[in-house]
């Protein structure tokens, strides 16, 4: 096979990659499907759950840093994303079809999200940190099965 040129062309070579480079490219190319959908009209349910990654690292950071130092400050910036992540998730359950809200592996998702969302918040203003810290686990986990599942 030879190239334009008369050269060989150039076989893409698999180094071992760069998971995280990878990462950002698959994600920035997400983004640019999800404003082109938002500008064309076509919001759905998908879209609805890639918008749950930002309120997720919200709410992430803001545990991490309570988990470090479990000062009231740290508790109050906890429960705040709680509530914002809560809210977006209860906004997904609102644009799933009949359908979808119907499926029992959606409603375990959606449900058990909503429900430990509300924990996590508990569990900061009562300065549980460990569990913080579980509710947190818990709580990536269901935001990652969403994503791949309805995103």
């Known amino acids: 096979m030879t190239a334009v040129n008369g050269s060989r062309p150039q076989r893409a070579r698999w180094?071992?990659?760069d998971?995280?480079?990878a990462g950002r490219e698959l994600l920035a190319l997400r983004r640019s499907f999800h404003e082109l959908r938002r500008r064309s009209g076509l919001y759905d349910l998908?879209?609805?759950v890639f918008?749950?990654?930002p309120a997720m690292e919200?709410?992430?950071?803001a545990a991490t840093r309570y988990g470090q130092q479990p000062a009231q400050a740290y508790a109050e910036e906890t429960v705040a994303a709680a509530s914002a992540f809560r809210d977006r998730l209860q906004r997904c359950n609102e644009w799933a079809?009949?359908?979808i809200a119907g499926q029992g592996e959606f409603r375990r998702l959606i449900d058990g999200a909503i429900a430990s969302s509300g924990e996590i918040a508990h569990a900061a203003m009562a300065g549980e940190g460990p569990l913080v810290h579980r509710y947190l686990i818990e709580l990536q986990s269901y935001a990652q099965l969403l994503d791949f599942r309805y995103g």
């Not at 919200?58 to 950071?61: F, Q």
Request: glycine fraction near 16%.
């Open 58 to 61: 919200k709410l992430r950071v």
């Open 97 to 99: 079809s009949t359908e």
């Open 51 to 53: 918008e749950i990654a």
């Open 15 to 17: 180094t071992g990659g």
């Open 19 to 21: 998971n995280v480079a």
């Open 46 to 48: 998908g879209d609805c």
